[in-house]
């Protein structure tokens, strides 16, 4: 398994709202790194998206 597949499998594991006193302290730096990673992918997605809307309303003059 690669370190990729690690990460989706740890952002997949937690669940907003859960209870944490389970986790180590480690596993609470390794969540909050894959989390902190997945936002700047999502914040880099929705740029993206926006520029394409902007694109597109711009060609059909919207």
Known sequence: MDE???KAKR???YSIGQD???L???EIK???IALE???MRL???KIEKNE???AAAKFFKI
Do not use: F, P, Y
Request: charged letters at 30%.
């Open 4 to 6: 990729d597949e690690i």
């Open 11 to 13: 952002i997949a594991a």
């Open 20 to 22: 944490l006193s389970e």
């Open 24 to 26: 180590s302290v480690d």
């Open 30 to 32: 390794e969540t909050i």
């Open 37 to 39: 990673e997945e936002i």
């Open 43 to 45: 914040n880099a997605t």
């Open 52 to 54: 394409h809307i902007t």
